[in-house]
């Protein structure tokens, strides 16, 4: 029994995600190794702070802690940000559950790399799309069966 205890503790301390475990109050009870790396607060410092502490008054206001759905049963899922330690604003999504115990928990992954990508796409779509517009050249697109899906305004000046 001993190792599997030990087993499930390396578990919780090593994953990937920050695990953050609190109270009905929003209180931490438990938090892993991951937890401390994300938010720059060690163990013992996020065990003194509530759920709450980690977001800005702004970001609450567009996403609140909704409890009330979390006492449902139902499990949460949000896009947010948090306040690191030194102050920092990282994006992060965060999936929240009601265990069965009555205590919650918050898995928190930092999604920077993937906020940076949709940007770049977001960037490159534009991009496109303006070369798309202001080309001089008339430019039809095709899917794969020669259903045309866009044109450029150069062919709709042309037909």
Known sequence: M????????????????????????????IVNKSAEHLTGYTKKELLKLNMSDLFSEQTFKNSPL??????????????????????????????????????YQSVIRDITERKQKEKE???????YKTLFELSPSGIILEDAQGTIIDANPVIHKTF
């Open 2 to 29: 001993n190792n599997q205890l030990e087993l499930y503790k390396s578990i919780f301390d090593d994953a990937v995600d920050a695990i953050f475990i609190g109270d009905k109050k929003g209180d931490f009870i």
């Open 121 to 127: 796409i977001k960037e490159n779509k534009e991009r």
């Open 66 to 103: 909704k409890y009330s759905h979390l006492d449902n049963n139902q499990a949460i899922i949000k896009e947010r940000e948090i306040i690191k330690k030194d102050g920092s604003l990282i994006p992060v999504e965060m999936k929240s559950k009601k265990l069965s115990n009555g205590i």
